[in-house]
C-alpha cells in the first residue's frame, strides 16, 4: 500500500499534506512520505467544521470530519512573520527576536535551521509555492527550489511584487498604476514597492486560475507530477495568499452568499480598559486606496455597515474560493493516485475580535480515527515535534 501523509496546518492557517514518496513497484519499497506544507493566510477558524453554519468550504468540512479538532490553540504574536518564524523554527517569537513584519528570524540567529531545512537534512528535496514566510522575510536557503511562480506571474513587472497586488480586472490594475506612481512620487521607499494595495474588493466573472492562488493551485499540481518519480522524497511549501486582504475572488464565491443576510459581530467594539496599543490599527485596511480615508484605528470609531458587510462578504468569498483551491489539489492527488494510508494534522488561526492574540483550532488525523476534539490549551508551535518527528519515522 502506497504511503501518503497530510499535514494541514493553517497559520493564518498551515497545511502539509505527505504523499508516498514513490509509484512504481521497484521504488515502493521507500517507505519516507512526501510532505506537503500548505498556508492559507490570514484564515479565521470561520469554516463549517468550527461551527459557522453560514460559510460554504464543504472540502476543508469533508476533512475535518475525519479528524481531532483542536480548539483552544494560540499563537503568541498577530503577526504574519512572528507566526511563520514560530511554526517554522519551533522557538517562540521572543526567542527568535521576531515580534513585526520586518524581523528576520536569521538576524539573532543566522544559523538557525528551519523546517524544511530540517527534512533536507533527511534526504528530501524542498520546494516552495507561494507564502511560506512573511513576503519581505525570504529566506530561499530553506529550500532547494524556492519561490515556484505560475509562469504569467514571473514577468518583470510582476516578479518582485506580493501577490496581495494582483487583480484580475484590467481596469482595477490600471487604477492601481497610476496609484502606485503617486505613492513612489510622495515616498520612493514605499512600502511593497507602492503596489500595497489596491482596491479592497475585487469581484470579477472569471475562472479560478485567472487568480493567483487557483494559478498557484494548478502550479503545485504539476510541480507534484514532476517530484513524484524522484529517487528522493519530497517537501513542497504551498502558501496560499487568501483570504488576506484585499478580498479578491471570482464572481461564483460572492454568488454563494447574500450580503444582507450575513451576520455581522455582535459586539464591534474594543474590549472594556484594553490598551490602545494592543488594538489592530486597521493598517492594512486603511492601507487600500480606495478605503485609506474611512478606515480608521478602532478607538476612534466603526466602519459604516454597509462598508463592513461588504467587506465581510468578501472574507467569505475569499474563504470559499481557496478551500475549492484545496478541493482541486486533493483530488488532484487521489487522481495521481497518491491519497492512501494517511496521516492528516491540520490547524486554522484567526485574529480574534481586535485582542492581542489569535486563535489557532488544528485538526488531526491518523491512520483510521474518528472524529473528536481537544479543548486542552496548547500553542501552535506544540505541533512542532510532530512535525520534525516525521522524517525519523520512516526507513531512510
Not at 506571474?153 to 516578479?159: C, F, L, S, V, W
Not at 459604516?304 to 474560493?321: C, E, F, M, W
Request: glycine letters at 6%.
Amino acid at each position: 500500500m502506497k504511503t501518503t501523509v497530510y499535514i494541514l496546518f493553517f497559520i493564518s492557517a498551515l497545511m502539509i499534506t505527505a504523499l508516498p514518496a514513490c509509484t512504481d513497484a521497484k521504488k515502493s519499497e521507500q517507505k519516507r512520505p512526501n510532505v506537503i506544507f500548505i498556508s492559507f493566510d490570514d484564515l479565521r477558524p470561520e469554516l463549517g467544521c468550527f461551527g459557522n453554519e453560514e460559510i460554504k468550504t464543504p472540502n476543508l468540512d469533508k476533512f475535518a470530519d475525519a479528524g481531532v479538532a483542536f480548539l483552544n490553540t494560540y499563537c503568541q504574536v498577530a503577526v504574519c512573520q512572528p507566526s511563520r518564524a514560530s511554526y517554522l523554527t519551533g522557538l517562540r517569537p521572543d526567542s527568535v527576536r521576531s515580534w513585526h513584519l520586518g524581523d528576520h528570524h536569521r538576524g539573532a540567529h543566522p544559523d538557525i535551521k528551519t523546517m524544511p531545512q530540517y527534512f533536507h537534512d533527511f534526504g528530501y528535496y524542498t520546494v516552495s509555492i507561494g507564502k511560506i514566510f512573511h513576503n519581505h522575510v525570504p529566506d530561499s536557503i530553506s529550500f532547494d527550489e524556492p519561490d515556484l511562480r505560475p509562469d504569467a506571474y514571473k514577468t518583470a513587472e510582476m516578479i518582485d511584487r506580493d501577490a496581495e497586488s494582483f487583480y484580475y480586472d484590467e481596469d482595477i490594475n490600471e487604477e492601481l498604476r497610476k496609484v502606485r506612481e503617486e505613492r513612489i512620487r510622495k515616498n520612493p521607499g514605499a512600502y511593497a514597492g507602492g503596489w500595497a494595495y489596491g482596491r479592497a474588493v475585487e469581484c470579477s466573472d472569471a475562472p479560478d486560475n485567472a487568480f493567483y492562488d487557483g494559478a498557484q493551485t494548478e502550479l503545485a499540481l504539476e510541480t507534484i507530477k514532476r517530484l513524484q518519480d524522484m529517487d528522493q522524497p519530497f517537501f513542497l511549501a504551498l502558501g496560499y495568499f487568501r483570504p488576506h486582504l484585499p478580498f479578491v475572488a471570482p464572481k461564483k464565491y460572492w454568488d454563494l452568499y447574500h450580503r444582507d443576510s450575513i451576520p455581522m459581530a455582535s459586539n464591534p467594539y474594543l474590549p472594556v480598559e484594553a490598551p490602545v496599543f494592543a488594538m489592530n490599527s486597521t493598517y492594512e485596511l486603511s492601507g487600500c486606496y480606495d478605503l485609506e480615508d474611512i478606515a480608521k484605528h478602532p478607538s476612534l470609531g466603526l466602519l459604516p455597515d454597509s462598508i463592513s458587510r461588504t467587506l465581510k462578504h468578501g472574507y467569505y468569498a475569499s474563504v470559499s474560493y481557496v478551500d475549492a483551491c484545496f478541493g482541486k489539489l486533493i483530488d488532484g492527488i487521489k487522481e495521481m493516485g497518491l491519497a492512501d494510508g494517511s496521516i492528516n494534522i491540520s490547524g486554522h488561526c484567526t485574529d480574534v475580535e481586535a485582542v492581542v492574540t489569535r486563535r489557532e483550532s488544528y485538526t488531526i488525523w491518523i491512520g483510521s480515527a474518528s472524529g473528536g476534539v481537544w479543548k486542552f490549551v496548547n500553542e501552535g508551535k506544540s505541533f512542532e515535534p510532530v512535525f520534525k518527528d516525521l522524517p525519523t519515522r520512516f526507513n531512510r
